[in-house]
């Protein structure tokens, strides 16, 4: 009730409360989605869905987010410091959507297909998948011909410093291949966005389903 009453000060009008609370419901039902899939083991993984152009709503740090409770979400302005008790990686949001003002959604998690695969194409920095069908899922993506690219970063405890790398390799062009609404971070995650929470969670559940496809197939091909 208390988080309910700060919510509607901060807010205002009826309009931005029904904001605020579509986008904590999509937050909390991010959680629930990915922790049924076994995507956010032990407390790992972190979510966040935009309110409006300057607010996002973003899990706290360290809790289970399939049992997410309205005290477990914070409301971030993107021009303000993290507020205390903020995900270890809310920076990494934060800078994406100042970055991307079209982003009105960021789920992140660490499954084990994203983050075993991801140790594998560390080397070349980046992912490249082709000739599946289930691509097209991803938005741009008109045929299983096409090549997408998952950038690929090293792990990093300064979050900082990787939001910064991640900021300027997401600027550069893709050249041949389509850029995906993701990133993988080696040995951690996946990351992965989409312009409304539905297209955010189809994008996630179509990149898991490839990095589980690509495994499989890695293993049957020299
Ligand atoms: C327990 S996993 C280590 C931290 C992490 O990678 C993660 O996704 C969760 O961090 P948060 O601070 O958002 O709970
Ligand atoms: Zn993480």
Known sequence: MAQTISLKTECGSASDESALAKAV???????????????????????????????????????DKGNLQLADILIQPLAVPLLPGSSAEAELHTALYRQRPDLGAIFHVHSPAAT??????????????????????????????????????????????????????????????????GYLLAGHGLYAWG?????????????????????SYRRFTP
């Open 195 to 215: 312009a409304t929470e539905a297209e955010a969670a189809r994008h996630l559940e179509a990149l898991e389903t490839l990095f589980e496809f690509e495994l």
């Open 25 to 63: 419901a999509g937050v909390i039902a991010a959680g629930r989605a990915a922790a049924f899939r076994h995507w956010v083991p032990a407390t790992s993984g972190n979510f966040s869905v935009r309110i409006d152009a300057d607010t996002i709503a973003i899990t706290r740090s360290g809790v």
């Open 116 to 181: 075993v695969l991801s140790r594998l194409a560390a080397p070349e920095g980046r992912l490249l998948l082709t000739g599946w069908e289930l691509q097209k899922a991803l938005s741009g993506v008109r045929t299983h011909e096409a090549i997408v690219e998952i950038p690929v970063f090293a792990n990093d405890q300064d979050i900082s410093a990787l939001s910064g790398r991640v900021d300027a390799r997401l600027a550069e062009p893709g050249g041949d291949a389509i850029v995906a609404p």
